[in-house]
């Protein structure tokens, strides 16, 4: 099931003019920004399908950038997030694409700054609900509703069992996990959708795990 | 977690065994999904309700968009109302300008609550707050006309689409028209059966419908199309209550609306290259609201 909650349809109360478009199109923005873990100072916004034919018409493109600025569906200061975003001194630009994806409103998003980049792609499924379908190039599943941890890590054997039991240590249940590599025994992701809200302890205690490169997490 | 429904027979043969509304078995199921109190929920949903209230005295007042393309016409049905010459009755018309006031807040960037996108955000608020005058519900009856939109459009986003990118407007219009028809049944004391019976009209009646937006905007066919869905939700829910019923079962409407969804050409999915938005006036406006060349004089 895709939908899950009442919420989702009746609901999210947000600023015009389309669910999918405006309101769809700033979570995909506040997920990147949030995996990335502070204020990017650049971002490049690939735009495909409807997204890149209406982008402008339906107000996509401030939705993006207001979400990149860390703003709800429902802030008024989507209307302005482009002089806000020069106000805190991010670039942006977009990349309407005309090559075919596999869901109609898609977005990929690369941004960083001085010490890192990362980039995402996101799919606005209908009714401002969102799925990130690939990070830094690894595919996935999230949904953005619940807590989740991912994990950069070698592909060596261990390494999701450490993470698991520092989880179970905490008492934190793991509701939907997902592990991918581009290449045996090179860079690999774990994706771990949790119940509860993992707090700077845990995280710092992942990070200490051998093996592992990045651990960031995404707050419900 | 399993939820207690996946599609519209289960949803109605749960509602009848336990003897209970729709609205109490979404509201039943979203305490059991998403593990929060009944409380809260229904708060939840009241501050949706209060939202949608807002969006409806907002329009009523007049506002326009930015393009110029819609606005006021919400103040034009409610004068027209007044004069007292309407021929298809108030309580419709005032459901159709209600309608139409959302979604004019909608492309005015105001803020609304999507139902069950913000395109088709006027048909669910624009029928409760027309109905509201006729069967003076109280506080919780509305917030639970909300819970039982909410229901039907749960089952046809996990089983089709609601997506007009995805699905064009039958999607989105034509499923927030089914389920306002579907509320206003248990609002007006029909039976779960009946509300499904109604749902399964009005969509029949939305099937096919393209999204085709002039200039990418949410504006024109959009506002109006939200008007036709309200008024084909109130009167489907009037056949309903009558006894009327639909020789094609709910969840076959709906799986049917899937299917053509799947065959739509993507220029009519919300991609603003095809149907009205390719007309020559819908170009011309385009080209006159982005800029561009104007190709053609359209008007």
Sequence with gaps: ?220 | MEPLFHNVRELVERAEKENKLISEIMIEQEIMITDRPREEVMKQMDRNLTVMEEAVEKGLKGVHSVSGLTGGDAVLLQKYMESGNSLSGDLLLDAVSKAVATNEVNAAMGTICATPTAGSAGVVPGTLFAVKNKLNPTREQMIRYLFTAGAFGFVVANNASISGAAGGCQAEVGSAAAMAAAAIVEMAGGTPQQSSEAFAITMKNMLGLVCDPVAGLVEVPCVKRNAMGAANSVVAADMALAGVTSRIPCDEVISAMYEIGQSMPSALRETAKGGLAATPTGKWLEAKIFGGAVVGSGQ
């Design chain 1, 1 to 220: 099931m895709k939908f899950k909650s009442v919420f989702d349809i009746i609901g999210p109360v947000m600023i015009g003019p389309s669910s999918s478009h405006t309101a769809g199109a700033a979570r995909i923005g506040r997920v990147a920004r949030d995996l990335f873990g502070r204020q990017p100072k650049w971002a490049k916004i690939h735009l495909y399908g409807s997204f890149a034919e209406t982008y402008k018409g339906h107000s996509t493109d401030v939705a993006i950038v207001g979400g990149l600025l860390d703003y709800d569906t429902f802030d008024e200061r989507i209307k302005t997030s482009f002089e806000e975003a020069q106000k805190v001194g991010m670039e942006f630009e977009f990349i309407p694409e005309t090559g075919h994806v596999e869901h109609p409103n898609t977005a990929r998003i690369v941004l960083g700054d001085d010490q890192a980049e990362m980039s995402l792609m996101g799919i606005s499924i209908g009714g401002g609900k969102i799925e990130i379908t690939e990070l830094n190039g690894f595919p996935l599943r999230l949904s953005g509703e619940h807590p989740a941890i991912l994990v950069v890590h070698d592909d060596r054997s261990g390494c999701i069992a450490n993470v698991a039991n520092c989880l179970y240590k905490y008492d934190i249940n793991i509701g939907h996990m997902e592990v991918s590599r581009k290449e045996k025994g090179r860079m690999a992701l774990m994706v771990i959708e949790v119940d509860q809200n993992v707090d700077k302890e845990v995280m710092d205690e992942l990070a200490e795990l051998p093996n592992i490169t990045q651990v960031t997490r995404i707050a419900d």
